[in-house]
């Protein structure tokens, strides 16, 4: 039996299961960390050992007038005022946000691809140039990133 082949065409990113609607892209990483075991008197490593992991992602947002990404409002009726990245006096005390990236076109619905859980915003840049749609582009650090197979339906 043939896959479908997941195309960005058929995805959706929602943030607190908001669905933002003007976003341009996202991407997403895991990594582990490990430290090589070395000993006296053999040259070769004799084992990596699992230290770390760590996951992480970035979204580029398109800069809507009255809407930016400390106070997003987006296109859906339902997203009130999200808070994507947190204003200057919130930064202390902003909770984690969950991100989620779902294919949207599925035979079988709608179905959750990656999932991101205690996901901060930590860093958002912005490039405004003459002929050029404004993109703000937003990183953010995860306590846990979930695929497809991870995820309970």
């Known amino acids: 039996m043939a896959k479908e082949i997941f195309t960005g065409a058929r995805a959706r990113?929602?943030?607190d299961g908001v669905p933002i609607g003007y976003c341009a892209g996202v991407n997403g990483e895991e990594a582990i960390d490990y430290e090589p075991v070395q000993t006296l008197d053999f040259l070769q490593v004799r084992e990596h050992v699992p230290v770390s992991y760590r996951a992480s992602m970035s979204a580029a947002f398109f800069r809507l007038i009255g809407s930016s990404l400390k106070e997003y409002a987006g296109k859906e009726e339902d997203a009130g005022n999200l808070e994507i990245f947190p204003k200057f006096n919130n930064i202390l005390t902003s909770?984690?946000?969950?991100?989620?990236?779902?294919e949207n076109k599925?035979?079988?619905g709608p179905r959750v691809i990656a999932q991101f859980q205690d996901v901060r915003a930590a860093s958002k840049t912005f490039d405004v140039s003459s002929r050029g749609i404004v993109t703000e582009n937003c990183s953010f650090v995860a306590i846990n990133m979930f695929d497809e197979s991870e995820i309970d339906i």
């Open 13 to 15: 990113f929602f943030i």
């Open 95 to 102: 909770g984690a946000m969950t991100a989620a990236i779902v």
């Open 106 to 108: 599925s035979a079988d």
